[in-house]
């Protein structure tokens, strides 16, 4: 556990989610951060259409936050919500910054956290723009094995950025 982690976890509050409770939604102002224990959430944006379209699903370990509503106190861009059964930790950003200003290691950490923060979402924006939606499906298998069953077919349609009718004729042709 990095000493980020080890941050969140000592000084952070317990919230125990069910399938569809929200941390935040889109629109929101929320300055924590949190860190998922157990479960899986997904992180999705609400579409001018309606739909949504998932940035990212969080497992046990992973640590997010609306970036644009810890720095600078914006409207959260995103909403965070428990796809299963799930125990998050929150922490006030705040919390994390004074922290960081006096320990070193911490400091260091959260560098390192936020430089593989960057590089995921870099690489998440080339897959969304640059490659098929068979390979961003075949990319998601890779990195996330299981993940199949935790997540509907229609989130994970939402993640890859097709229908769910689009997701079936691709896993019938990559099963061949």
């Given amino acids: ?27 929101e102002h929320d300055s924590r951060v949190f860190m998922v224990k157990s479960g899986l959430l997904k ?17 046990e370990g992973s640590i997010i936050g609306s970036m644009v509503s810890l720095v600078d106190g914006d409207p959260c861009s995103f909403s965070l919500q428990a796809i299963e059964a799930s125990l998050a930790v929150a922490l006030p950003y705040s919390t994390v910054q ?29 897959e969304l723009l640059s490659l098929s939606p068979e390979k961003r499906y075949a990319i998601l298998l890779a990195e996330m094995p299981g993940i199949v069953e935790r997540v509907s077919q229609a989130d994970m349609a939402a ?8 997701l079936s004729r691709i896993r019938r042709r990559m099963s061949r």
């Fill in 1 to 27: 556990m990095s000493r980020f982690q080890e941050l969140v976890v000592e000084h952070g509050r317990e919230i125990e989610l069910q399938p569809g409770d929200h941390l935040f939604a889109q629109g």
């Fill in 43 to 59: 992180a999705y944006y609400i579409r001018v259409d309606g739909k949504e379209h998932i940035k990212s699903f969080l497992p």
């Fill in 98 to 126: 004074q922290a960081a200003q006096s320990d070193i290691e911490l400091a260091n950490a959260l560098i390192a956290f936020l430089s593989t923060y960057g590089k995921r979402k870099e690489r998440r924006e080339y």
């Fill in 159 to 166: 993640y890859i950025g097709v229908t769910p009718q689009a």
